[in-house]
């Protein structure tokens, strides 16, 4: 037992080494291939894309260390985002727009949390549903066409383009987001317990731990991070779309499961990692002028990738294959 | 007298309830809009009911033996495309059929595979192969628009011309495709298997019920069934549509769920989809000859869905009156790693 914990580590450093590998290839490929990719420019382009993407895939890790899976944010996120686009709209500042948003996203992250975590419904039914009001009721504030007005003079914009010190703002979010992330969910006791919930719920509650309460925390999260990314997608927009935050699903499971893929386990630095990967190859593909779908195509290959990768012990099968040949050349011997 | 009474409760028990709710739904919509009770819409309406009962049934499986598929929209609008361009080519038709459906059930044999051979989660390689087959789609569609039939073959356009022939040949189609699943379902072991994993799959592993087998079957068959709901698509249609997401995606898995009430109570099984699909169609159509906006009716499946789900728990909990003794969430066992 002693020696098991030193083993693991390792096993992790040669994943993450791997993948590292491979992203600086990615990387490498880019650059050679297009000048564009290298600018300075680019690079803040590609950590701003890349700021959407992670902020979403974070609040998915909790829902997936948690032992659930979420399929209603990306309409939550919907929901929101048309409700501070409707309240700019009105003539109302950016900052109460967006708390009321923010809020309408909690309200429905601990309906689906308390649906799943308190009354014990099958998830992915569950928050379909919630998804599915919340998003029939995106559509009440402009019958599903777009909200624009008042965008340039409120100073929403700002959410998206003010910089501090050359860092663009939605970086700086981002950075902040994983700090807070990390340290709730690796350092503290809370992160401890979310994982205890997501590896056995029953023994979990036998140990102390309130088990509903960490559930509806994880939906609650995954809601209001997905609903703020949705603000900042607006804001880059220019305009809110109904349909906007659909677009945040497939990237925030992707996010999480390249993290998977590379760590055995959902963790905030993987989804961070995996948020890396899919900006590089997103903004690679996009500097060389392919259109949107070639995007999607790739994200889904790098899912379908990093499933096969985080599915296959390399370990385990050189010992696989080094048992075979010893048996077979005991065979040969007797 | 008492043995009647029985008789009648048992028509009034939680699984049936939904049926009475969608005759009170025909008569309430007959009564208040008279261009919903024409005999043309009302063959219209269970038309409509087709194209989501094709394509959502392979689902229905795989929903009930515990896993969940997410990329039936996105194969359904593959092999719409598919056709489209390739009748557009001047391929026959038939033989168009045959290669949007072969080459949609790939994607089924794709997540079937990552799913039995790496264990992988049965969302998250859905949604990967799902994801795949929407930019393929987008690829040979050149974009993201619909694409659409130039000159429509003649067949086609009988289907698609909603005269009562054609009507009727479309619904005896999917009836008799029903009819097929519903004898696999209830009269072979492959039904019966099909339970037991949804039911403990350990049980059933360690009964020798081979899992892999019947889970890449499955999936296979899902993506056959979509691509034959894409196909089905492009007869009423006459387009080809890449991006099949938001209401297609919502209206599968609400007729899936909602059928989950019916029959089998908390199970999703073949009769209860195809009411599900009923059920929805008269309620979009209805809803439309009221001259209510579409987005209610999103919001009326939603709350219909969570309804259901009340009606499930709270039958179980009458049922074992223990909290802790149901059966361990589908979902949740389809993500766990």
Request: glycine letters at 12%; hydrophobic letters at 55%.
């Amino acid at each position: 037992m002693s020696d098991a914990k030193p083993k693991t580590l390792a096993g992790e450093t040669v994943s993450l080494i791997v993948f590292l590998v491979l992203l600086g290839a990615i990387v490498a490929t880019f650059a050679v291939l297009n000048e564009g990719f290298r600018t300075a420019g680019n690079v803040l382009n590609l950590l701003k894309h890349m700021a959407v993407i992670a902020m979403v895939g974070l609040g998915l890790t909790f829902v997936v260390v948690a032992g659930f899976a979420d399929m209603s944010f990306h309409f939550v996120s919907c929901l929101s985002g048309m409700t501070m686009s409707y309240m700019i709209a009105c003539g109302v500042s950016p900052v109460p727009s967006i708390l009321v948003g923010c809020g309408v996203g909690l309200a429905f992250g601990v309906a689906s949390g308390l649906l799943v975590g308190r009354f014990k419904f099958p998830d992915m039914v569950a928050t379909i549903a919630v998804g599915t009001i919340a998003w029939g009721l995106a559509y009440l504030y402009s019958d599903g066409s777009y909200i624009f007005e008042n965008f340039r003079s409120s100073g929403i914009l700002r959410l998206n383009d003010s910089r501090a010190l050359g860092v663009p703002l939605p970086v700086i979010l981002m950075a902040v987001a994983y700090g807070l992330g990390y340290l709730l969910l690796h350092r503290s006791a809370y992160g401890r317990r979310f994982y205890a919930t997501g590896r056995n719920a029953v023994a979990a509650r036998f140990s102390g731990v309130r088990v509903e309460r960490y559930v509806t925390a994880a939906f609650v999260i995954c809601a209001l991070l997905a609903s703020f990314t949705n603000m900042i997608q607006i804001a880059a927009q220019g305009n809110g779309n109904v349909k906007g935050g659909l677009s945040l699903l497939m990237p925030a499971y992707a996010t999480v499961f390249v993290g998977v893929s590379v760590f055995k386990k959902p963790t905030v630095v993987g989804t961070f990692f995996g948020a890396l990967l899919i900006a590089v190859v997103q903004n690679g593909f996009t500097v060389m002028g392919k259109p949107f779908y070639y995007m999607n195509f790739v994200v889904g290959l790098v899912l379908i990738v990093s499933i096969v990768i985080s599915r296959v012990d390399f370990r385990e099968m050189l010992r696989r294959r080094r048992l075979r040949a010893e048996m077979a050349r005991a065979g040969n011997a007797s | 007298m008492s043995r009647l009474d029985s008789h009648l409760g048992r028509l009034f028990r939680a699984q049936y309830v939904l049926i009475w709710v969608l005759l009170a739904m025909v008569l309430v919509f007959s009564l208040a809009a008279p261009g919903f009770r024409g005999a043309g819409n009302l063959l219209k309406t269970v038309r409509a009911s087709g194209l989501i009962a094709v394509l959502v049934l392979g689902l229905t499986w795989i929903v009930a033996s515990g896993e969940i598929d997410v990329s039936f929209p996105a194969v359904a609008g593959f092999a719409s495309v598919v056709t489209v361009m390739c009748v557009k080519q001047g391929v026959p038709w038939a033989v168009a059929l045959l290669v949007a459906v072969a080459g949609g059930t790939i994607f089924g044999l794709l997540s079937g595979f990552l799913i039995v051979t790496f264990r992988c989660p049965s969302l998250i390689a859905t949604i990967a192969v799902g994801s795949v087959a929407r930019a393929v789609a987008c690829m040979i569609a050149g974009g993201g628009k619909p694409v659409h039939l130039g000159g429509v073959p003649r067949v086609i356009r009988f289907l698609g011309s909603g005269s009562v022939g054609a009507e009727l040949l479309l619904i005896s189609i999917v009836v008799a495709i029903y009819v097929v699943f519903r004898y696999m379902q209830d009269c072979t072991t492959t039904g019966q298997h099909l339970y037991a994993l949804g039911e403990n799959r350990q049980a059933a592993l360690e009964a020798g019920i081979r899992e892999k087998k019947i889970v890449l079957s499955f999936f296979t068959l899902s993506a056959l069934l979509a691509s034959a709901g894409g196909v089905l698509w492009v007869t009423l249609f006459h387009q080809g549509k890449p991006r099949m997401e938001g209401t297609l995606f919502i209206d599968g898995l609400t007729a899936v769920f909602l059928g989950a009430l019916i029959v089998k109570a908390g199970k999703p099984n073949v009769i209860g989809t195809l009411i599900g699909a009923i059920f929805l169609s008269v309620l979009g159509n209805g809803l439309t000859h009221l001259g209510v906006k579409s987005y209610v009716g999103d919001m009326i499946k939603g709350a219909l869905m969570l309804f259901g789900i009340v009606v499930i728990v709270l039958s179980r909990y009458r049922l074992t009156r223990k909290p802790g003794a149901r059966r361990p969430r589908p979902a949740a066992a389809a993500l766990a790693p």
